[in-house]
């Protein structure tokens, strides 16, 4: 099996990004080339690995990735929307985007609790989760794990990187009893599903899973989640409900002759998540999707040597029932909707794009 990631580095308008940081558990491991190409190896084949990717002026983009499947992966990174840069002894109440940030005057604090002196930057991204090219440029893959072990599928409601910086001393804190209220803008998507109440998550770098830490209050009069933070994590942030998951079955199949084709890496993409297998020996595959709605299927990977998979996206709309990864294998809880071809192309790709 292989053991080994390798892809490009993208930014937002599709050029290559180079001089990219790649970390595997908090270590740097790597760098993109000029072209933004890349290659971690593994000590050993997972089914899953977090590795993040970070450049000056981008967001961080932390993805998730199964190591058994071969081919060549895309990631993107988005640049930081927002800097500002303000005096933490004054109260800062600022407008960015559709979102609003209200942090209190001497709010924050340095290391040990000491006094600032001086400017501070505030650096704040959102991400518009109904736009698929925007979502790969957000970090996880929509799930968080519960007590018990068991992974939860996420639907989220609004994905930023957020954080608060000493310009000189690195991160800040905040005093005791001193929060900083924030005001997300919902996607125009999703307005008018928006529940009144969704989960705040943080991110785990090391895991890859969002973690819950509190809820945020939908205002329909402003269109934002309200809630606010009185512990300060810098880096991404998720407004999310837990997914009404329904197991679905595909098979990646060879454009020119049908055959099933094993061990691609198949991405399940819906309005407001993405889902992700790997194919067995004979092409097919099980993908956690939300019930009874539309989602896109695309697949890639690699026949060995340079024959690299090129996706045709395929849509699916998946059945009302309430079924988990335990109904893998099951034609009634986990039916089998269709195939999703690909075709082969011999030499270097630069993997397009399923958006």
């Known amino acids: 099996m292989p053991s080994r990631i390798s892809g490009h580095v993208l930014d937002n308008n599709r050029r290559p990004v180079g001089k990219v940081k790649i970390s595997l558990r908090g270590k740097v491991v790597a760098e993109s080339g000029n072209d933004g190409s890349f290659?971690?190896?593994?000590?050993?084949?997972?089914?899953?690995?977090?590795?993040?990717?970070?450049?000056?002026?981008?967001?961080?983009?932390?993805?998730?990735?199964?190591?058994?499947?071969?081919?060549?992966n895309t990631v993107v990174v988005w640049p930081i929307a927002y800097r500002v840069k303000f005096d933490p002894s004054r109260e800062l109440d600022i407008e960015l985007g559709s979102s609003r940030i209200h942090i209190p005057a001497d709010a924050l604090t340095g290391p040990g609790g000491k006094k600032i002196s001086g400017f501070v930057g505030l650096q704040f991204t959102l991400f518009d989760i109904t736009s698929p090219f925007q979502r790969a440029a957000a970090s996880g893959d929509f799930s968080r794990q519960l007590p018990d072990g068991k992974i939860q599928r996420?639907?989220?409601?609004?994905?930023?990187?957020?954080?608060?910086r000493d310009l000189k001393e690195g991160p800040l804190s905040l005093r005791n009893g001193a929060k900083i209220n924030l005001f997300i803008a919902v996607p125009s998507r999703l307005v008018?599903?928006?529940?009144r109440q969704v989960g705040f998550f943080n991110f785990d770098t090391l895991s890859g899973m969002w973690i819950p830490v509190g809820t945020f209050d939908f205002v329909p009069s402003t269109l934002t989640y309200n809630g606010h933070v009185t512990v300060l994590v810098v880096g991404a942030h998720n407004l999310d409900n837990d997914q009404d998951t329904t197991c679905v079955t595909v098979q990646v199949i060879n454009f020119y002759d049908g055959s099933g084709v094993?061990?691609?890496?198949?991405?399940?993409?819906?309005?407001?998540?993405?889902?992700?297998?790997?194919?067995?020996?004979?092409?097919?595959?099980c993908l956690l999707v939300e019930k009874n709605a539309t989602f896109t299927v695309t697949a890639q990977g690699s026949m060995g040597g340079n024959s690299w998979g090129t996706p045709h996206p395929s849509t699916f709309t998946s059945p009302n029932l309430v079924s988990g990864a335990g109904d893998c294998g099951d034609p009634i809880k986990c039916p089998f909707l269709g195939t999703v071809p690909v075709d082969f192309i011999t030499g270097h790709l630069l993997t397009p794009l399923p958006f």
């Open 39 to 72: 290659s971690v190896n593994l000590p050993r084949a997972e089914s899953r690995v977090a590795i993040t990717f970070a450049a000056e002026g981008y967001v961080s983009n932390t993805r998730v990735y199964d190591s058994r499947a071969d081919g060549m």
């Open 154 to 164: 996420l639907n989220s409601y609004g994905i930023f990187d957020f954080g608060v």
């Open 192 to 195: 008018e599903h928006a529940p």
């Open 262 to 285: 094993p061990f691609f890496f198949v991405s399940a993409q819906g309005l407001q998540y993405s889902s992700t297998g790997i194919t067995d020996a004979n092409g097919f595959v």
